[in-house]
Nanobody, 124 residues
Framework: QVQLVESGGGLVQTGGSLRLACATS????????MGWFRQAPGKEREFVSAINWRGSSTNYADSVKGRFIIARDILRNTMYLQMNSLQPEDTAVYYCAANVKGLISPRGSEYNYWGQGTQVTVSS
């Protein structure tokens, strides 16, 4: 069994920064790829970023490229999302996810495990 727990969300002003963390427990060796997704009120869930086991390969949505940085600490079984230059349109519940297939995919359907989400609110 795998558990994912997000933390680090909160309220920040436009232009500010937050760092999200996703702590994993359980069969973490079976999680070759992890990612972040987000869902704003009234909108569908969307891909944010993903990273492979070693952190040697990453992928970002165009909307966050150059502003967000994904990282993974294998020893701590934790994944991070450093979010800079935050904008009101970044307001959403952010979810971490993991897949066992090893695919750095933007499709949520490819991911097997999900956290409960953490709220990020960017005020204008």
């Amino acid at each position: 069994q795998v558990q994912l727990v997000e933390s680090g969300g909160g309220l920040v002003q436009t232009g500010g920064s937050l760092r999200l963390a996703c702590a994993t427990s359980g069969r973490t060796f079976s999680l070759p790829v992890m990612g972040w997704f987000r869902q704003a009120p009234g909108k569908e869930r969307e891909f944010v970023s993903a990273i492979n086991w070693r952190g040697s390969s990453t992928n970002y949505a165009d909307s966050v490229k150059g502003r967000f940085i994904i990282a993974r600490d294998i020893l701590r079984n934790t994944m991070y999302l450093q979010m800079n230059s935050l904008q009101p349109e970044d307001t959403a519940v952010y979810y971490c996810a993991a897949n066992v297939k090893g695919l750095i995919s933007p499709r949520g359907s490819e991911y097997n495990y999900w956290g409960q989400g953490t709220q990020v609110t960017v005020s204008s």
